[in-house]
């Protein structure tokens, strides 16, 4: 149930990371082990004269990026990045998007690019080849605050794995090629919207301990160490993607109107989105936004994109036929009221006229609106300017 939003006094100096429990321990103990194994293999596949491999090409049709480096939750990955998915899986939706990554933003956007994948860290072939297209880091139900009860791989988790991947090409490539290479890749985060589903909104001692702007503070603080841990790595091009509006969410409408009774029974209520909740999200995407032109004016070099998708997605839920939209309330893969009591156990769940629907499961937009935020990401068009300071494209231009 969703917990009330009203807050209790504020602590001071409130800490901005979770505790991690034994059990926890030993779940990330066993992930490292697999980290090392799986770069150890890309070591041993290395060929070349005097062990450096040099990429064919660093021009993708025409746009001047090398690689395509990708991190996130669900937005970006359907559970192939996550160890023990979905053993250790915390929702009631097992299948975060139309049946695979090649129905997320990150996919329509590598094929703009010429890249004809991005994959999975975990999935590597011991190939270097694989580290000079670019990786998957990204892992459903990723968030940016480590927690102990949620063991995937947080922002952290995936920059540290980003990081020792810059380093395997510093070893295999001349200096000078290893920086202008890292330089010139494309780095993509979506981050966020698990922190307030799991941590805020369903967990009371976090609601009641931090209001909504201490909490979008805390985050924003993360992701702005996160920039500036990859600007001294060498990155210099990086989107960032805000939250979508959560509260305009299936399992959000249905469990605020469990928890309050607010939005009445009956099918014919035409509330979509719980305003109180959407707030929240805005706070988040508006701090990060304010934090991103800062950090472009501050770090030398630093070209950082934020894409605004709660704009793009609001667009569609007040305009929807504009955009080719029939259904803006039900997912399109769930049972129960809205499709929203039980998530997506399996694809012959899911309806028929999927492409008419705004959102697939609990939480998770279609691959019909993914196509059209990537493509607003890119050149503005579809759902407007919902990347800033400047669109994708002109971004892998330069």
Not at 338 to 354: F, H, I, P, T
Not at 368 to 374: D, F, H, R, Y
Request: include cysteine; aromatic fraction near 8%.
């Amino acid at each position: 149930m969703t917990p009330s939003l009203n807050h209790n006094q504020v602590k001071k100096n409130p800490r901005n990371k979770i505790d991690d429990g034994g059990c926890g321990k030993a779940v990330r103990g066993l992930k490292l082990a697999i980290i090392v194994v799986s770069l150890s293999m890309v070591m041993d596949g290395v060929s070349g004269e005097h062990g450096v491999l040099l990429p064919s090409s660093t021009e993708k049709k025409g746009w001047s990026v090398s690689a395509f480096y990708v991190l996130g939750d669900s937005s970006v990955d359907c559970g192939d990045n996550t160890l023990f998915y979905p053993f250790l899986h915390h929702n009631l939706s097992l299948i975060p998007c139309e049946g695979s990554d090649r129905s997320l933003v990150p996919h329509f956007l590598a094929e703009k690019m010429g890249f004809p994948s991005t994959p999975t860290f975990y999935g590597q072939n011991g190939s270097i080849d694989g580290l000079f297209q670019g990786l998957n880091f990204g892992s459903a139900e990723a968030m940016i605050m480590s927690s102990a009860d949620h063991e995937f791989q947080s922002l952290n988790q995936q920059i540290r794995q980003v990081l020792e991947t810059f380093q395997l090409l510093q070893l295999h490539l001349p200096p000078n090629s290893a920086l202008s290479y890292i330089e010139s890749s494309l780095i993509y985060l979506s981050f966020g919207k698990d922190d307030y589903i799991e941590l805020f909104l369903h967990n009371p001692g976090i609601m009641h301990k931090f209001t909504g702007p201490e909490f979008a503070r805390i985050l924003v603080d993360q992701m702005a160490a996160a920039m500036r841990t990859l600007h001294v790595a060498g990155a210099r091009r990086i989107i960032i993607v805000g939250i979508l509006p959560i509260g305009c969410a299936p399992r959000t409408v249905w469990e605020w109107n469990e928890t309050w009774g607010m939005l009445g029974n009956g099918k014919d209520n035409q509330t979509v989105c719980i305003e109180e909740i959407n707030e929240l999200v805005t706070q988040y995407n508006r701090l990060l936004e304010e934090r991103i032109v800062s950090l472009n004016s501050d770090l030398p070099g630093m070209n950082i994109i934020f894409c605004n998708v709660y704009e793009g997605i609001m667009e569609i839920v007040n305009n929807p036929k504009k955009h080719g939209f029939e259904n803006i309330k039900d997912a399109c893969c769930g049972f129960g009221m809205n499709g929203a009591r039980v998530g997506c156990l399996a694809m012959d769940m899911a309806c028929k006229d999927r492409r008419t629907h705004l959102w697939w499961d609990l939480y998770n937009p279609t691959q019909a609106v993914n196509k059209l935020l990537a493509e607003s990401a890119w050149s503005s068009l579809s759902l407007g300017h919902i990347c800033r300071p400047s669109t994708i494209k002109h971004l892998v231009s330069r």
